[in-house]
């Protein structure tokens, strides 16, 4: 597997069956117990290092299942919204609504999806996953997370 290949597909967990965007989600969970600082820093991370893999592949161009570095970016943009040591209610929110945002859509994660090309493989999600994060900030001003 070439490194590209590696890195568009996390190490072929983008090959995992059923929904391999949830898998690719899934496998960042872990990144919460970091904090908010570490999980932006991530997320970045996984969106450069996604946007570098999908130009480099031209299969990969038309955004095919097995691309999840874009999940797992968007993912931990939404983690980011989460103070260290959140609980895992709130770990799953932030899963539920970033997974949601992706499939659905809304707004300019659609249009960032529609553009087409290799930044719209990774803007979509990078998308969904400040979406997210914006609304579990919106719900941790009403509230204490624990």
Do not use: H
Not at 6 to 23: E, F, N
Not at 37 to 63: H, K, N, Q, T, Y
Not at 104 to 126: F, H, N
Request: hydrophobic share 60%.
């Amino acid at each position: 597997m070439s490194p590209a290949m590696m890195v568009a597909s996390l190490c072929g967990i983008g090959r995992l069956r059923p929904a391999p965007g949830t898998w690719g989600s899934a496998v960042v969970l872990p990144a919460a117990l970091l904090g908010p600082g570490p999980c932006l820093a991530l997320g970045i991370a996984f969106a450069l290092a996604g946007l570098w893999a999908v130009s480099r592949l031209p299969e990969a161009r038309e955004d095919p299942g097995w691309v999840v570095a874009d999940e797992a970016a968007g993912q931990c943009l939404a983690l980011a919204a989460l103070p260290a040591g959140a609980n895992l209610w709130w770990v799953l929110l932030a899963f539920a609504l970033f997974r949601a945002a992706d499939i659905l859509k809304p707004g300019p994660v659609g249009w960032a999806d529609r553009r087409g090309g290799t930044l719209s493989v990774m803007l979509d999600d990078v998308l969904a996953g400040i979406l997210a994060a914006a609304v579990l900030g919106l719900l941790r001003s009403f509230g204490n997370i624990g």
